[in-house]
């Protein structure tokens, strides 16, 4: 689906989405956000500018969480974000692993997104799957990736290959576009920054960097809020499309997202890896502020 004719193009709002969102909170990624600098947009046009399909890759887990867990950063906003393509009619389904499955189908229902499918399983069934689907664009949301010697690792340079499925091979499958989120170095799509530039920066970071890359990399403070961005470029894009994403930037309905996450998944937070109502332990009054502020500057824009 194509922009509407005669529409001012937004470049500026989208800009100011991105910086929103690529705020450290503590894993000194001020290189990495400059080094991925567009991505949001890119992304985003990508979206708005195409007849979508959508498949989603989500799901990171915690082996020493209390309990052992898919994380919530990731999940959640994959769920908004998937629930406001839904309402603008974009078909999505997603992709995990089984121990990240329950986290992931927790955080749809608590989306009010029930009729996306979720794929598990062999990884070659899941790309016949996908074709079949005819999906048009892969988007990763804060999954582990392969590093150098092909384990996926966690921020504190563990291999978690035995809880993580190889979804990368997903990612890159194609024919679809792909579009990734990340916030530490380690996901899926920071293959497309230096290797070198993640280990300056990120501590353990020449271990755990992913080599995947993406076309579009969004690299966010924490990964919830790059799908929280990409909600709101796209309805900067799509004045068509605005009413029902913003709708998706509430507060409460990212709060009922989150407690449906921890409580049915279940899931932990990242960061402390207790099951708790915190997303990277930062509490929801600083994500929820993040939504506030995305949204005020696409309401802004529109009104000028």
């Given at each position: ?39 949001l947009a890119g992304g ?83 790309i016949a799957t996908w ?174």
């Amino acid at each position: 689906m194509a922009m509407m004719s005669g529409e001012r193009y937004p470049d500026s709002v989208v800009d100011d989405i991105e910086r929103l969102i690529q705020v450290d909170v503590g894993r000194n990624v001020t290189a990495l956000f400059e080094a991925a600098r567009g991505g949001l947009a890119g992304g985003a046009r990508a979206l708005a500018a195409a007849e979508a399909r959508v498949g989603f890759i989500t799901g990171f887990y915690v082996p020493l969480g209390s309990p052992p867990a898919a994380e919530t950063d990731g999940p959640v906003g994959t769920a908004l974000l998937a629930k406001g393509l839904v309402e603008v009619g974009i078909a999505c389904r997603l992709a995990t692993d089984e121990p990240c499955r329950d986290a992931c189908v927790a955080a749809l229902a608590g989306a009010g997104a029930t009729d996306v499918p979720v794929d598990t399983g062999d990884i070659a069934t899941m790309i016949a799957t996908w074709r079949r689907a005819g999906i048009t664009h892969a988007i990763s949301i804060e999954r582990c990736g392969r590093s150098a010697d092909g384990a996926p690792r966690n921020m504190r340079g563990l291999d978690i290959s035995s809880f993580t499925a190889p979804l990368d091979d997903l990612f890159i499958a194609g024919p679809w576009e792909t579009i990734a989120v990340g916030d530490g170095g380690n996901e899926i799509g920071m293959g497309s920054l230096p290797r070198g530039l993640i280990g300056q920066h990120v501590d353990h970071g020449e271990t755990i960097a992913c080599t995947t890359p993406s076309r579009h990399l969004i690299v966010a403070g924490v990964s919830n809020w790059g799908a929280y961005g990409l909600l709101g470029a796209l309805a900067a894009l799509r004045p068509d499309w605005r009413e029902r994403l913003l709708a998706c930037l509430d507060e409460e309905h990212d709060k009922a997202v989150l407690e449906a996450t921890v409580n049915n998944g279940p899931a932990v937070d990242g960061v402390s890896r207790l099951r708790a109502m915190t997303v990277d332990n930062l509490e929801l009054a600083v994500h929820h502020n993040k939504l506030r502020e995305i949204r005020a500057l696409v309401e802004a824009w529109h009104a000028v």
